[in-house]
């Protein structure tokens, strides 16, 4: 069904804009395969959660990470069940570990310090995080999604040193460091991606 919708979306676009070419086309596909297939994903991690007794803290996790998780990219498995296997564990694991783990504020501090300097030499080097099927080629477009991602992540860790909630303050920090992880070149080669140019060499202005 997805692979249907995605079909004739992909084509209607292709009426309107006949200058797209076929390779450009599978991109769209898979981009649109990306955002549709995404819908029913996060519904079932949402039912998961809810089972679990911890719907609201993924939620807020979901939404507070949307805008670094937007501008750094990062890999796609690359099955469907892969797929939701993995953002389960991704937003229900961390919302799990963030409820049994308590940092004093020391070791917090120094935490947060370590994963700010980590992220920001990652963003810097893989930021924004493409994959060969949709790539990223514009230098502007990338430009922006960068600064984004540093600032993005910089406010994601300084929350989770001022909020006083020990929860909501772990989701934010271990939510961001693991976010950071999925833009790193052993992320990529251990799920077997490739940075889109890597397969498509240097962007375009």
Known sequence: MIDIICTFLTNRIRKEMPEIDD??????NYGLQNIVGEIPKIILVFIIAFILGILKEVLLMFIVLIPYKGA???FHLKTHLGCIIGTTAF?????????????????????VGISWIFGMFM???YAPADTENVP????KD??????????TYSLGLVSALLIQDNVISNILLF????????ITKLAYRLTKNKYGYEVYGNASV
Do not use: D, H, M, P
């Not at 961390?94 to 917090?108: A, F, H, P």
């Not at 990223?136 to 230098?139: G, T």
């Open 136 to 139: 990223i080629l514009s230098k």
């Open 142 to 151: 990338r430009k922006k999604k960068q600064i984004i991602a540093y600032i």
């Open 72 to 74: 750094s990219g990062g």
């Open 123 to 125: 963003i810097k080097l």
């Open 175 to 182: 939510g961001n460091l693991l976010q950071t992880l999925t």
């Open 91 to 111: 937003y229900c694991g961390i919302v799990l570990l963030s409820q049994y783990v308590v940092l004093e504020e020391i070791v917090k501090y120094i935490l």
């Open 23 to 28: 390779e450009r086309a599978e991109v769209i």
